[in-house]
């Protein structure tokens, strides 16, 4: 079921669906009101299956509350989607057609519904696999050959919806905003998560409410207004700057915290020992985060370190940085890293990883190399905002100082590291001189450690 789904008379604020429906009670949004449609596609096994997918994987182990589940935020998303609607319809300048409302909100309750047990750390961090949203496989098996399939094809706005969730399919010009909306640079999804995972973690950013109040549509597409009867309006400058310094924060201490990290890294290791004994990604499909460690032991339990990467795993025994590599490298280097360690198209990653391992005496599933994309950008700056008389540009080409600021800040993340498993733990330095051999590059740990910028 769905938490508090009391019906009784308390009054529906602005944008809530109308007819059947029920309240479910929020921790982050407080009451978000559901029409019967979306507790129809609520309830289908797809859906359900959300609420045993953490939304921020691993982070748990280092924000012990950051539990909520895929589940809560396509929900919260839901809610957001449907707030970004009613603001821009109660401005006066643009209607929706009642059955695009229909389909965003549909489309917003789903987005999610692809990922698998930690998702973004087998999609972003190792790239083992092709991201969520983009992968044909996965949409035909969640959002066709299912029950929510059959849900979502059972109406004009259910079908649409499916458009707009569609991997390869590009929505008209005219009709951008039905994506935006969803899962733009700065849309629902964004809206949801940096409240929920604030909230869960223990922060205490926070935005206004009032950024609703400046979405509009324009050209097709969902904009940001910078003015208002033809004057600059800082105080939407503010606010949005505001979005993109949480967005930061969450980013330094939590999607890039160094222990979530190594928890990626070693559930990655163990995945990669399972597809070389057999795995294949399909078998992820009907899983959540806690049944995969014991249905790995099960289906792979001759892989190659598998049973000591999952033991790790499960009792928090975390890897060990004994290598580290920032952007002071240069803007070169850091390209050809990433070429290299990143993808691992030729196996240069495994390689060294093993040579690595190699001169530690150690075995290859106990080294872990995490190489994360050169870009590290705020992509939320790409957001098209209107400034009056017709003008549009991205947020990011205003070039005002605290974004730009926000921007070098956020690129200054990137982070090569090299992990050796807590068994190594008393052997950093050797391995830290290994790396160094092996990479053909300086250890920076120790100035990190230090505390030095340099």
């Known amino acids: 079921m769905h938490g508090d789904e009391s019906t009784g008379e308390r009054p529906a604020p602005p944008g809530a669906p109308s007819g059947r429906g029920k309240v479910i009670r929020d921790a982050v949004h407080k009451d978000i009101h559901l029409s019967a449609a979306e507790l129809r596609l609520l309830d289908t096994p797809p859906m359900q299956r959300l609420r045993g997918i953490r939304q921020l994987g691993a982070a748990f182990y280092v924000y012990p509350a950051a539990q909520h589940s895929r589940f809560e935020h396509c929900v919260g998303t839901c809610w957001m989607a449907r707030k970004i609607v009613s603001s821009i319809e109660s401005a006066g300048a643009f209607q929706f057609p009642e059955v695009e409302k229909r389909a965003i909100f549909l489309a917003s309750l789903a987005h999610d519904v692809t990922h698998i047990p930690f998702g973004h750390t087998f999609e972003d961090e190792r790239k083992l696999l092709p991201r969520h949203d983009r992968s044909e496989k996965r949409y035909a098996h969640f959002l066709h050959d299912s029950e929510l399939g059959e849900v979502l094809h059972a109406s004009e706005a259910g079908r649409l919806a499916l458009e707009i969730l569609h991997p390869d399919l590009a929505m008209p010009p005219e009709r951008r905003y039905l994506r935006q909306i969803v899962s733009g640079t700065i849309g629902a999804d964004l809206l949801d998560y940096l409240k929920r995972d604030n909230y869960f973690c223990g922060l205490s950013q926070e935005y206004d409410d009032r950024v609703f109040r400046y979405f509009a549509i324009a050209d097709g597409e969902l904009v940001l207004e910078l003015h208002h009867q033809g004057l600059f309006r800082r105080d939407a400058l503010s606010e949005i700057t505001n979005l993109l310094r949480i967005r930061y924060v969450l980013s330094e201490r939590v999607y890039y915290h160094h222990a979530k990290i190594a928890c990626g890294v070693m559930i990655s290791k163990a995945i990669e020992s399972a597809f070389e004994a057999g795995l294949e990604e399909s078998d992820l499909y009907e899983l959540t985060d806690d049944a995969l460690p014991f249905y790995l032991e099960q289906r792979c339990a ?7 990467l999952l033991g790790a795993f499960r009792t928090r025994r975390l890897f060990k940085r004994c290598y580290m590599l920032s952007r002071g490298v240069g803007e070169e280097v850091v390209g050809k890293l990433v070429e290299k360690y990143r993808f691992n198209t030729e196996g240069e990653r495994t390689v060294a990883e093993a040579q690595i391992a190699g001169a ?26 209107t400034l009056g008389r017709g003008r549009t540009m ?29 068994r190594l733990a008393h052997r950093l330095q050797e391995a830290g001189d290994a790396c160094e051999e092996v990479i053909g590059l300086p250890n920076e740990l120790p100035h990190e450690m230090r505390g030095r910028a340099d």
């Open 394 to 422: 991205r947020f990011a080409e205003l070039n005002t100082a605290e974004m730009e600021g926000l921007r070098d800040q956020h690129r200054a993340l990137w982070r090569f590291y090299v992990f050796v498993s807590r």
């Open 302 to 308: 001759a892989a190659p370190g598998l049973r000591e």
């Open 360 to 385: 530690l005496g150690a075995e290859p599933h106990q080294v872990a190399i995490y190489c994360p994309s050169e870009e590290m950008a705020l992509k939320e700056a790409d957001m098209p905002v």
